[in-house]
């Protein structure tokens, strides 16, 4: 697990550079549409507070914002996506805060609202991270999910193999100098929709009322669960 959780850091910490370009460029744009529609899925609005986990650079917490959401804070491993974040948005200094999402130090019962965007398959303990959850969001709080799946689709399952095999790791490794970064995130997605139910977990952790929404061909699904 440790071995993960360090290498997942570094790798992450060597492509924060090109994180943005690279997540526009490599989903055609729809990555703006994924998190405009998990937020208003989940209702995010004027009375938020929002714990964005593994936040990277922030384009989560920056929608959120839009939203109304007056009280932001933003977690991640990788201390340079943190870096970008404070860059790119200085109404968020000192909201930021470098830590795992198995360990939030945050007092209980103390947000509303929890969001992951393409974060929860680099968790090196996702039931322990969804514990956390619980534990700091106030009664009816929620916490929404963001991540890829393989579409059910043969034609687009396929194509979906394609893409994410052959061009996304040659696209993304020339212009981020870190071919095995990504090749690391279409080989992380196979496994984790795999092997992982995110429901499932989130119920083993104490959450009810849980729905899944599938996004764009299937290729992205939204699951948001209330404590």
């Not at 009280?71 to 000192?94: H, T």
């Not at 995130?185 to 929404?213: A, H, Y």
Request: glycine share 6%.
């Amino acid at each position: 697990m440790n071995d993960k959780k360090t290498k997942v850091k570094k790798m992450f910490d060597s492509i924060a550079f090109r994180y943005d370009l690279l997540n526009h460029l490599l989903s055609f744009g729809f990555d703006f549409y994924w998190r405009r529609k998990a937020l208003k899925l989940t209702g995010i609005n004027k009375d938020t507070v929002l714990l964005d986990v593994a936040c990277g650079t922030g384009d989560v917490a920056i929608a959120a914002r839009k939203f109304g959401a007056p009280v932001i804070y933003g977690a991640d491993f990788s201390y340079n996506m943190l870096e970008l974040f404070e860059k790119k948005s200085p109404w968020i200094k000192g909201k930021c805060v470098q830590m795992a999402a198995e360990f939030l130090p945050v007092k209980d019962n103390s947000v509303s609202n929890i969001t992951v965007a393409f974060g929860v398959r680099n968790f090196y303990d996702i039931q322990k991270g969804f514990d956390s959850f619980y534990r700091v969001l106030t009664k009816n709080g929620k916490a929404t999910i963001i991540e890829f799946r393989l579409p059910s689709n043969f034609f687009f399952k396929m194509l979906y193999r394609f893409y994410f095999k052959k061009i996304l790791p040659f696209v993304g490794g020339i212009i981020s100098k870190n071919k095995e970064a990504y090749k690391y995130l279409p080989d992380s997605v196979e496994e984790f929709d795999e092997k992982t139910d995110i429901p499932s977990l989130l119920q083993n952790s104490g959450f009810t009322n849980i729905s899944r929404f599938s996004l764009t061909f299937g290729i992205v699904q939204v699951v948001i669960a209330q404590k």
